[in-house]
C-alpha cells in the first residue's frame, strides 16, 4: 500500500472561513482568543476593584434581617456570649460577621463574653477584642468585656459552662481571677446570657452550641457560618436558632444593615470589610457571564451558518 501524500488540493478547513466569518482576514477571531488574555481580564476583574475598595450596596435578606434583629431588639447593656469558633483559615468569611457582631453588639452597650472551643481561635478572640479596645475606649475590660479563652474539652466545654462556669473558667485568659472582675463576679453559668452568639467554621461550633446550651436550656443564639456550614443549620431555624448568616455574602448584608441603623459608622472603613469583597465577586461574575453568553453567541451563529 502506497502512502497517501498530501497535496495542494488536500481540504483545509479554514478555506471555509472567509475574512466575513471572522476568520484571519479580520486580523481578530474571538474564536481563535488565547486563554491568557481571559485569565488576565479575570486577574484585573478581581484586583481592580480590590485594590480600589470598590463598595457596592447590599440589600439585606431576611434572614439576615432576622439576625440582626435579634441582636437590636436586646435591651441596651445585655449580656451576650460571643462563641468565636474559627481559625485564620475560615477568617476570609468568617472575620468580617464576627467584626459586625462585635460593633453592633457594642453599639447597644452590650456586655460581652468572649469564649472559644478552638485552640486556633485565641487571636481570633484577640483580634476582635482589639475592636473595642481601638474604636470603643469607652468599654473597660473587666466590667463590660471579658476574655474567656480556651479550654480543651470541644462540646464538653459546653456541657460545663451551662450548670457551672467557674469549675473550667476559674481565670480569664490572662490569669485573672474571675472573682475579682465586676462582670464575673457573680456569673455562675451562661443560662444567663440573654444571647449566645456564635461564629462557626465547623465543629465543635454552632451544632454543638444549639444542641447543649441554647435548645436545653432555652438560651436564645443566632450563628455565623461558612458556606458549607450553612445547610446543616437550616432545620434549627427559627426554633433552636433565631436566624444564620451564611459565608461572606451575608456578612456583607449584615454590615449593610449595620450601616443603615447607624451611619456615623460609614466614617470608618473597617466596617465594610465584607462589602468590599463582595466587589471582586461582583464583576469577576459578570466578566464570567460574559464570556459565557458570548461563547454560546460565536457557536450557535456558526452552527446556523454551517462553519
Not at 476568520?23 to 476593584?49: E, H, K, Q, V, Y
Not at 486556633?120 to 468585656?145: F, H, S
Not at 432555652?218 to 450563628?223: G, N, R, S, T
Request: charged share 20%.
Amino acid at each position: 500500500m502506497s502512502d497517501i501524500m498530501p497535496t495542494d488540493s488536500a481540504y483545509d478547513p479554514q478555506s471555509d472561513i472567509s475574512p466575513t466569518d471572522g476568520g484571519p482576514g479580520t486580523g481578530f477571531d474571538f474564536r481563535n482568543l488565547d486563554r491568557r488574555w481571559i485569565f488576565l481580564a479575570m486577574g484585573l476583574s478581581i484586583a481592580i476593584p480590590m485594590l480600589r475598595g470598590v463598595v457596592f450596596p447590599e440589600e439585606p435578606s431576611r434572614e439576615v434581617l432576622d439576625v440582626f434583629a435579634t441582636v437590636e431588639g436586646l435591651e441596651d447593656g445585655s449580656s451576650v456570649l460571643m462563641a468565636y469558633d474559627y481559625d485564620p483559615a475560615s477568617k476570609g468569611e468568617l472575620e468580617p460577621m464576627a467584626a459586625a457582631f462585635v460593633r453592633h453588639c457594642a453599639e447597644k452597650k452590650h456586655k460581652l463574653y468572649f469564649i472559644t472551643l478552638w485552640p486556633a481561635a485565641v487571636p481570633m478572640l484577640q483580634k476582635n477584642i482589639a475592636i473595642l479596645k481601638r474604636e470603643y475606649p469607652e468599654y473597660t475590660y473587666g466590667e463590660d468585656y471579658v476574655n474567656l479563652g480556651f479550654r480543651p474539652g470541644n462540646e464538653g466545654v459546653i456541657k460545663v459552662v451551662v450548670t457551672d462556669l467557674k469549675k473550667l473558667y476559674a481565670n480569664d485568659v490572662d490569669g485573672t481571677d474571675l472573682n475579682e472582675l465586676p462582670l464575673t463576679t457573680n456569673l455562675k453559668n451562661i443560662q444567663s446570657m440573654d444571647l449566645i452568639i456564635n461564629v462557626s467554621a465547623g465543629t465543635p461550633g454552632a451544632k454543638e452550641w444549639v444542641q447543649y446550651a441554647a435548645t436545653p436550656f432555652d438560651i436564645k443564639m443566632v450563628a455565623g457560618v461558612t458556606g458549607v456550614g450553612y445547610t446543616p443549620l437550616v432545620p434549627y431555624v427559627p426554633k433552636q436558632l433565631a436566624g444564620i448568616l451564611g459565608a461572606i455574602k451575608a456578612a456583607a448584608e449584615y454590615e449593610e444593615a449595620l450601616l443603615l441603623e447607624y451611619p456615623e459608622l460609614r466614617e470608618n472603613p473597617a466596617t465594610q470589610e465584607g462589602l468590599r469583597k463582595m466587589g471582586p465577586q461582583l464583576v469577576a461574575h459578570i466578566l464570567i457571564i460574559g464570556l459565557i453568553v458570548g461563547g454560546n453567541v460565536i457557536f450557535f451563529t456558526d452552527r446556523k451558518r454551517g462553519v
